[in-house]
């Protein structure tokens, strides 16, 4: 990406630090703090400070937002969602927008060695957040039919975007979303956190520079069923919507339905209509780091093969709770996915195998564990923090370690897994033209209607 992005947003950034005071009067954005207010010393320039708002509090964006808050290059200024306080969350707990600004401003009250803070704003529509200038960045964290047309959004006004897999809730959203923030020149960080591992980057290189031989199969092993992480799952039968949660904002672009508290929440990814089920949500995971060894993150399959699903009967669950599907390459190598196989990656050659996830490495023979690279060999981006790589990307304008090409190619995997368990057939795909060859009724599933009055934008 081109240097003037950094200066343009450095440019902004310094002065919105040198005028905060009259600024943030003037249009009632809260005051930017100064590093030395946060205990900091003047150890973060004004230029490197990073304005972020979190665009859903619910499960995972708050936990994301206690790691953007750790780093004291970042002031979390805005928080975002439509439900403003509510149980549902992992394991029942209780999140929302109300719960997000309090653990923001307990942060910096915290910092400032105050007993209060009062400078961060909430909001119910995450397009108030983004038509702020005063915000440099963005976390979108909201369930995944939910993820495209704020990303869209986002990078149209010029916001550096974080995003949670699984990258889309279909593969057209997913090209929408890349070609975005390729337009609007923009940092974007895909929440695939595995690529921020030594162990999986590891295990990558060794299969890249060819330590296992040729390769020739790959494994990637997911969870299975619909687990009730929100603790809410016996609650699926229609009831009133709860006092501050706006549902028909929830659903947004997808088919209206009765409100019960187990379609919402952090088992929203049990339906089809906002997420894919287990199979899209470690998707975003174990399969990226099959393509990210593999040497195929700008591509995908040619053929998607031997799929078969199983789908109980549930009044709002209908994801799939078993699953195997078979991904041909054209270099030969088949991906297999599937609940029933080890979970993690393993990836087998003709001289060894590896295998990694996130408790552990494996190879044959051990003594790959042991292997050094040099400059000849291929090497995979470092990265030992995730969030810090993504603020450090919005800095210095280098791409990220996960970025939202890569994110797309991964998960449209998965997407045409899940489409040919629904259709019981095999599909032949072009990875280049991103069409299944003679099947229009796939190519319909690639994308989704949208409930009036949302649409994606172009």
């Not at 947004?252 to 089920?277: C, E, K, L, Q």
């Not at 799929?307 to 041909?328: H, I, K, L, Q, R």
């Not at 019981?424 to 009724?441: I, K, M, S």
Request: charged share 25%.
């Amino acid at each position: 990406m081109k240097d003037s992005s950094h200066s343009e947003g450095s440019s902004r950034r310094s002065f919105l630090s040198r005028s905060a005071g009259a600024s943030a009067a003037l249009l009632g954005f809260p005051h930017i703090i100064p590093s030395t207010a946060l205990g900091l010393n003047g150890a973060v320039a004004p230029s490197d400070r990073i304005t972020m708002g979190i665009i859903g509090t619910g499960n995972q964006g708050t936990n994301d937002m206690r790691n953007f808050l750790r780093d004291d290059r970042v002031q979390v200024v805005a928080v975002c969602d439509v439900n403003r306080k509510g149980a549902g969350y992992w394991n029942g707990r209780v999140a929302g927008r109300d719960p997000a600004k309090e653990i923001v401003e307990a942060h910096y009250a915290g910092k400032t060695g105050k007993d209060a803070f009062e400078g961060c704003t909430s909001h119910r529509d995450f397009r108030e957040l983004l038509d702020r200038s005063d915000i440099d960045a963005v976390e979108i964290a909201t369930p995944d039919h939910w993820h495209a047309i704020p990303t869209v959004l986002a990078a149209k006004a010029g916001k550096d975007i974080y995003c949670q897999k699984p990258l889309s809730l279909t593969v057209t959203e997913g090209r929408a979303m890349s070609d975005a923030v390729a337009r609007y020149q923009r940092m974007f960080q895909t929440g695939s956190q595995q690529r921020s591992s030594r162990n999986f980057r590891h295990g990558c290189e060794l299969v890249r520079n060819g330590r296992i031989g040729k390769l020739l199969e790959v494994e990637c092993g997911l969870p299975g069923g619909r687990p009730d992480i929100g603790r809410n799952g016996d609650r699926k039968a229609p009831e009133p919507v709860p006092a501050g949660f706006d549902y028909d904002f929830w659903l947004g672009p997808a088919p209206y339905a009765p409100y019960s508290p187990a379609r919402v929440g952090v088992n929203f990814r049990w339906t089809y209509d906002y997420s894919g089920g287990q199979l899209t949500d470690w998707g975003g995971h174990h399969p990226d780091i099959a393509q990210w060894g593999m040497g195929t993150t700008h591509t995908g399959p040619v053929r998607i093969k031997n799929a078969s699903g199983v789908w109980p009967e549930d009044p709002v669950w209908n994801t799939a709770t078993e699953y195997y599907f078979e991904a041909d390459y054209r270099n030969g190598v088949t991906m297999k996915i599937s609940n029933k196989l080890r979970g993690g990656v393993t990836f087998k050659g003709s001289d060894g195998w590896v295998f990694v996830n996130r408790g552990a490495i494996d190879a044959h023979p051990k003594s790959l564990l042991d292997e050094q690279f040099g400059d000849q060999d291929v090497r995979l981006p470092v990265s030992e923090n995730h969030f810090r790589n993504f603020i450090d990307c919005v800095l210095s304008r280098d791409a990220p370690v996960a970025p939202v090409e890569q994110a797309h190619r991964t998960i449209t995997i998965c997407h045409l897994g899940n489409i040919a368990m629904l259709l019981g057939r095999d599909l032949t795909w072009d990875p280049e033209r991103e069409q299944v060859v003679n099947d229009h009724v796939a190519n319909s599933l690639l994308n989704r209607p949208y409930r009036a009055p949302w649409v994606l934008p172009s």
